[in-house]
């Protein structure tokens, strides 16, 4: 029987960690043409209405109920509107490890959303589903992924060299395949004593079972 993850939503004081579902449509394809989404991920450029509403009602779900992962929507807690994605995935359920992706809407950057997204995530994962390791790569020119994984407080493991892709824009508009470094990070259940002051001042996280 193939394990997979608990159907829920995850809340912090700014933030509700959900599903995806229709409504989210027009912002999710915002979001994805995004250049820096563009250049730093391997979506589908340029992400259509159909793109959206297939990830949504299709792949999304099949990554929970075929144990690949579980993907949430990142959504502003007062005003409902989409910040980012959170992506687990290639998920280990003998050796309880995943790997963690995130993307944030331009308007939502440098508001500490992603980290608060990946900590709430850890939490959940380590104390509610008993994980021992979460690992993060990103690319060798992603800085601003770096900022994030590093203030969620992941230690950098290495690097995989020439491991993954990237886009470059030419000087005529057209996006062009580049190889690129890996940073490889990881989070393990000993690493949330370095969270918990970070968690408490948000006020913590909580967890709502069979979202609907």
Not at 12 to 26: Q, S, Y
Not at 44 to 60: F, K, M, N, Q, V
Not at 137 to 154: E, F, I, L, Y
């Amino acid at each position: 029987m193939t394990s997979t993850f608990p159907d829920t939503s995850i809340s912090t004081d700014r933030l509700v960690l959900r599903p995806f579902e229709e409504a989210d449509v027009p912002a999710l394809v915002e979001m994805m043409n995004d250049e820096s989404v563009t250049a730093w991920t391997a979506a589908a450029h340029p992400y259509t209405t159909r793109d959206a509403g297939a990830w949504i009602s299709a792949l999304a779900p099949a990554e929970r109920a075929e144990g690949r992962g579980i993907v949430f929507a990142v959504t502003e807690f007062l005003t409902q509107r989409l910040v980012g994605s959170m992506h687990l995935r290639n998920t280990d359920w003998r050796c309880l490890s995943t790997q963690a992706g995130y993307v944030t809407a331009p308007w939502a950057r440098g508001e500490g959303y992603a980290s608060e997204t990946l900590n709430a995530v850890a939490q959940w994962l380590f104390r509610d589903q008993k994980f021992e390791r979460i690992e993060l790569r990103t690319a060798a020119g992603n800085t601003a992924a770096q900022q994030v994984a590093q203030k969620a407080g992941c230690i950098s493991e290495g690097v995989l060299r020439n491991a993954g892709m990237v886009r470059t824009r030419g000087d005529d508009g057209s996006w062009t395949d580049t190889r690129t470094d890996l940073i490889v990070w990881s989070l393990l259940p000993e690493d949330l004593d370095g969270m918990a002051e970070h968690m408490a001042d948000m006020g913590g996280y909580a967890v709502y079972p069979d979202w609907n």
